[in-house]
């Protein structure tokens, strides 16, 4: 496992806009890793941002840029300066020489606070896989040093070169092992899901530090952590709650965030596959961002990444006590038109009995229960039931045939109605009411 003590360093942060990237987005874009920054442990005390119509190959920033940076390096006495767009390892190790400090970018950034709020072997797993991956390409510059030290003292030269292959190899072999025990703990979770898969799946989700840890606690009566500070959820919370006459499981899950690393979100896949399998999405939004729209389309692009855009959402509009009546309309103007949609606040309760209710209806207008008899030799239409439905009972009859109860989305049932033509007797199979 990596070291995941964290120093308190001193920082400048770099941006860069490129033609494409609004005004505004550079400066927000330095607040929020100023914020990231501070969450790792690291105090940032100084920022410059430059206009490119594209990153230069070698330092991503001009040479007068790097010039810049490093009198400002000089005058804060910084230890690390951090990028926020991704640098490639060529474009760190070359500014790392000219700036002679460290340099990170936001990825690395995010691994360092992944690697402090895992609590779970699960977590803990993937954020030592996440890392290992980042790191695997960035191996040359961690051992040029080397190279240096014996090159005057009669050693062979390559030594580095032949130490970085070793390495290599073991972070591979490290990098299969914890893929092979994350699968292993995969399957665990899936059996655990298959005893609940009765009751009703809702997910949290949402930008990070949006308050989806305090709305989980103000529906579960729970004692989650509840932090005002980036990634406080790292780990997926479960538990159960009644609303009404039913039961559901509540998932809250981590935050996103906009450019969340390709890598950090395959790694963390899996803890995602609690959104993934929830009947019902609950996208948390902070209505009092001044970027409501930009956070909104990052979660929904690493829903597209999970392929569960298309899952049933409910718009939670939080902190709703904080915001003034006049910006309501600047709010739901982001909400998708005829979305089911409540504005709440967790931390006062406000509007939490209108919020069950909108889950209530949500339930009843998506999702049906049916019962189907089907002839076993027609194997995939019953492994296609599978796949699109929850099975709530499954009885084998006289005449190899299959009685399955199940609960799907209406418009999935009403699709495999139509697909299913091979019933030999229509009467036996029926839509019940939800």
Known sequence: MFDTQLPVEKAILVGVQLPDTPDWEVNYSLDELASLADTAGIRSLGRCSQNRHHPDPATYIGRGKVEEVQALVEAHQADVVIFDPELSPAQISNLE???????????????????????????????????????????????????????????????????????????????????????????????????????????????????????????????????NRLFATLDSTVRKIEIGAHEFVLTDTVGFIRKLPHHLVASFRSTLEEACDADVLLHVVDVTSPVLGEQMAAVNEVLKQLEIEDKPIVYVLNKADLLPQNEELHVWKHIPPEAPCVSVSAHTGENMDLLKELILETFSEQFREAIFVLPLSQSGFVAQLYTIATILEEEYLEGNRVKLRCRAPAKDLERFRKSWKAVADAGEEQLLSS
């Open 97 to 227: 020489k000219r700036l002679n400090v460290r340099v990170m970018d936001r990825g690395d950034v995010i691994l360092m606070i992944f690697a402090e709020r895992a609590q779970t072997r699960e977590a803990k797993l993937q954020v030592d896989l996440a890392r290992m991956k980042y790191f695997l390409p960035r191996l040359k510059r961690q051992w040029t040093h080397l190279e240096r030290q014996v090159g005057g003292v009669g050693v062979r030269a390559g030594m580095g070169e032949k130490q970085i292959e070793v390495d290599r190899r073991l972070i591979r072999k490290k990098i299969e092992r914890y893929e092979a025990d994350l699968k292993e703990i995969e399957k665990q979770r899936k059996l655990r899901k298959n005893k609940r898969r009765e009751t009703f799946s809702l997910a949290l989700i949402g930008y990070t530090n949006v308050g989806k840890s305090t709305l989980f606690n103000r529906l579960t009566q729970a004692d989650v952590l509840v932090e």
